[in-house]
Each structure stands twice: as structure tokens, then as C-alpha cells.
């Protein structure tokens, strides 16, 4: 576990393909890509007690999910059962929750979910999907579950928003945006829900600023949208939105409160 820091962001390389476990754009699924400078890519650490010892959770630093086994058995062509991005507040916890064990080498780790079952990477080129797939030896383990864990340092202010390309159409896909917002104390200031069309970020920010300018006077680049996480902390959503279209929570953040302060963002594009 020495890999794994609490707060931290991380990328998982598979040692034999050396690809990266890349948080699918529909806010789902979880495959593998060779783009490393993706916020797709990273993955935020929360160190989790157990009985057992210290396990963790691993947090899409694009979608706000949570890396998680299944029981579903994994598409054609594919070994073992489905993993998926699953929501902060998903009932199950187990499916969440993961063991890195270290390899021979000390230079990689296994990563078992606490049902057992190990994640596994799969093809290079095509079959691309990661799953898992139980180990009952681990002397005789596959080598498509080892991982390279790589450190993402953190950067200081938060990176530009993607801009958008085009205008709004009217056939994008909708969906349901909750939003709240806190004082300093937490006390509620506001909340509400709007329909919004599209995935573009940029623009999600800038409707929730002049829903919100009636009550304070502020600009686009004074708001940060953060998402929730099972432990209480906010990460802040800096890529536009999955394709899946479904409701996204959002927390409203405004710069230079202790709230904003408290965020972190990873430097994916760092050497």
C-alpha cells in the first residue's frame, strides 16, 4: 500500500500491455488506452480501514465514480467478470473497495477487489475492456494483473475548462443537474435542479453562474463545480460531462473560500 496515498492521484499502467485504465467517456464502463495525459487516466486515492488492514478506493478524477467489481460476466472475448465506474452513493461498499498487494519484483502491484477477484488487463489492441478474474494461487498468478503504479503530482490552480465546439443544438441529450451550495460553516445557501443540454462543462458553468448572480455578483472563473465522494471531500469537475446523460450532483464552490481551498487537482500533463 505504500503506492497509495490518501488524496493523491494515480495511474494504473498494465506491465504487460502498457496501457492505462482510462474511466470510460459514458461515465460507466473502464477500459484501457495508450493516452496517458488524460484526466480519464487518473485516479484518486482514498485510504480505507478495514478489519483486515488498509484497503482503498479508487475515485475517476473525471466523472466522480468510484472503481468497482462486478459479478456480471464480461463481454465476448473478455476473461472474467465486468468492472465499472459506479456513483459516491451506491449502496453496495465491497465492490469498491480494493487490496494492492505487491509483486515479487516490488515493482508492481495486484489489485484485489475484497470478494478476491484480482484486476485484470485485457488485450492491447482490440478486447480492450479491463476486468477482473479470481486467483486462487498467487504463485501462479497472470501477469495482465500487475500494474505500475505512477505517482500525478498535484498543480496549483485549477487547469482551463475545455471550450466548447459550436453551439448548443437542439437534439444534444439532456439531463438533470442537482446543485448545492454551502457556507463557510455549511450551512445551506441554495440548492436547485435545471434540465441542461449538452456535455460541455464550460457551459454547465457559466448557466449555473447566472442562476446563481441574482444572489451574488461573480464571474464565470469565480465558480468551481466540485463532486462529492464517499468520504465528504470534493473534487473538482474539470472535463466535460459523460455521455451517458445522467443526473450529476454538483456542489458549488466559490474561489478563495476555504471550500476551493481544499481542492486538488492533478497535473496530468506533468513529465
Not at 495486484?110 to 504463485?139: K, S
Not at 443540454?197 to 461573480?218: I, K, N
Not at 463532486?227 to 450532483?249: A, I, K, W, Y
Request: proline share 7%.
Amino acid at each position: 500500500m505504500e503506492q497509495f496515498h490518501h488524496g493523491q492521484h494515480v495511474r494504473l499502467r498494465s506491465r504487460v500491455h502498457g496501457t492505462y485504465l482510462h474511466a470510460d467517456e459514458d461515465g460507466h464502463g473502464v477500459n484501457l488506452r495508450v493516452r496517458r495525459e488524460s484526466m480519464n487516466a487518473a485516479w484518486a486515492v482514498h485510504r480505507h480501514p478495514g478489519e483486515d488492514g488498509q484497503f482503498l478506493l479508487l475515485h475517476s478524477a473525471a466523472y466522480g465514480h468510484y472503481l468497482a467489481a462486478t459479478d456480471v460476466p464480461a463481454p465476448p472475448g473478455h476473461r472474467g467478470l465486468r468492472v465499472e465506474q459506479r456513483d459516491y452513493d451506491h449502496p453496495e461498499v465491497e465492490p469498491l473497495v480494493w487490496q494492492a498487494i505487491l509483486s515479487e519484483s516490488e515493482e508492481e502491484v495486484y489489485l484485489r477487489n475484497v470478494d478476491g477477484a484480482c484486476l485484470r488487463a485485457n488485450g492491447r489492441f482490440w478486447n480492450t475492456d479491463a476486468t477482473v478474474d479470481f486467483v486462487y494461487d498467487l504463485d501462479n498468478i497472470s501477469r495482465k494483473m500487475l500494474w505500475v503504479v505512477e505517482e500525478i503530482p498535484a498543480r496549483e490552480v485549477m487547469p482551463p475548462l475545455p471550450r466548447p465546439i459550436g453551439l448548443p443544438h437542439p437534439m444534444l441529450r439532456s439531463r438533470m443537474i442537482m446543485y448545492m451550495w454551502r457556507n463557510i460553516l455549511g450551512g445551506l445557501i441554495t440548492r436547485g435542479s435545471f434540465v441542461f443540454r449538452g456535455r460541455s462543462v464550460f457551459r454547465l458553468r457559466h448557466q449555473l453562474v447566472r442562476r446563481l448572480r441574482p444572489m451574488v455578483d461573480f464571474d464565470d472563473s469565480e465558480l468551481v463545480m466540485g463532486l462529492p465522494t464517499r468520504d465528504g471531500r470534493m473534487f473538482p469537475l474539470v472535463v466535460d460531462l459523460p455521455s451517458s446523460g445522467e443526473t450529476l450532483h454538483i456542489f458549488v464552490v466559490i474561489v478563495g473560500t476555504p471550500a476551493h481551498a481544499a481542492l486538488r487537482y492533478a497535473d496530468v500533463n506533468a513529465e
